[in-house]
C-alpha cells in the first residue's frame, strides 16, 4: 500500500485534457511538503516532468502542468498525445522518507 | 550534461549480496544528493535510500534498513548501492538518481539508465 494514492489507470482521447490525482495525508502532502511528477515511457528510465508542485524542468511542453488542493496534488496534461502514453508516478517526503504514489497509467485511446 | 551511468546487470544467488555502481559526469558530484529506487518487474517505483554527498549524510527506507549501504567516492564521482541477504523478492531494476539540491525533498532530475539485478537458484 503507497503512502500516496493514485487511480490505477486513466484515458482519454488525442486532445483531450486528463488529470492524475495524487492524494496524500497530513504527514505529507497536507505538511506542504513539496510534490514532484515523473512520467515513465515504455522500457525507459522514469523522467522528471514536474517539480515543487508547479514547476517544470527546461524541455518539458506547458502541455503538462501542476497543482495543489489541500491534501491533493494533481497533474493535468492538456492537447493529450498519443506518446503521452506512459506510466506517472508522484513523490513526496513522509516523516523524514521519501515516498512514491503507486503510478498511474494513462492510455491514449 | 548530466549523466549517470549504472554498471551492468548482475544474476545472484538468494541470500547474496550485490554491489551497483553509478558514475556521474557532468555536473559538480560533490554539491548534489543520490538516491537509489528500484522497480520490481511490472511493478511501480520504490525508494530505497539517499546520501548527501555533501557530508555523507544517509537515511534508508525502514523496509531495507540493515541490508542496504549506499556510499560514494568523490574523487571517481560514483554512487554506490550495495543490498545484502538477497531474496528473490529483489529482482528488480535498480536506478540511481541525481537530486536537484541537497535536501532529502528535491526531486530527482537525473537518472541513470537503470541496472537489472535477477535473483535467481
Known amino acids: 500500500q503507497s503512502v500516496l494514492t493514485q487511480p490505477p489507470s486513466v484515458s482519454g482521447a488525442p486532445g483531450q485534457r486528463v488529470t492524475i490525482s495524487c492524494t496524500g495525508t497530513s504527514s505529507n502532502i497536507g505538511t506542504g511538503y513539496d510534490v514532484h511528477w515523473y512520467q515513465q515511457l515504455p522500457g525507459t528510465a522514469p523522467k522528471l516532468l514536474i517539480y515543487?508542485?508547479?514547476n517544470r524542468p527546461s524541455g518539458v511542453p506547458a502541455r503538462f502542468s501542476g497543482s495543489k488542493s489541500g491534501t491533493t496534488a494533481s497533474l493535468a496534461i492538456s492537447g493529450l498525445q498519443a506518446d503521452d502514453e506512459a506510466d506517472y508516478y508522484c513523490q513526496s517526503y513522509d516523516r523524514s522518507l521519501v515516498v512514491f504514489g503507486g503510478g498511474t497509467k494513462l492510455t491514449v485511446l | 550534461q548530466v549523466q549517470l551511468v549504472q554498471s551492468g546487470a548482475e544474476v545472484k544467488k538468494p541470500g547474496a549480496s550485490v554491489n551497483v555502481s553509478c558514475k556521474a559526469s557532468g555536473y559538480t558530484f560533490s554539491n548534489y544528493a543520490m538516491h537509489w529506487v528500484r522497480q520490481a518487474p511490472g511493478q511501480g517505483l520504490e525508494w530505497m535510500g539517499w546520501i548527501s554527498v555533501v557530508n555523507g549524510d544517509t537515511k534508508y527506507s525502514q523496509k531495507f534498513q540493515g541490508r542496504v549501504i549506499i556510499t560514494t567516492d568523490t574523487s571517481a564521482s560514483t554512487a554506490y548501492l550495495e543490498l545484502s541477504r538477497l531474496t528473490f523478492e529483489d529482482t528488480a531494476v535498480y536506478y540511481c538518481?541525481?537530486?536537484?539540491?541537497?535536501?532529502?525533498?528535491?526531486?530527482?532530475?537525473?537518472w541513470g539508465q537503470g541496472t537489472l539485478v535477477t535473483i535467481s537458484s
Open positions: 515543487g508542485y508547479t
Open positions: 538518481t541525481k537530486s536537484f539540491g541537497t535536501i532529502l525533498g528535491a526531486a530527482s532530475g537525473s
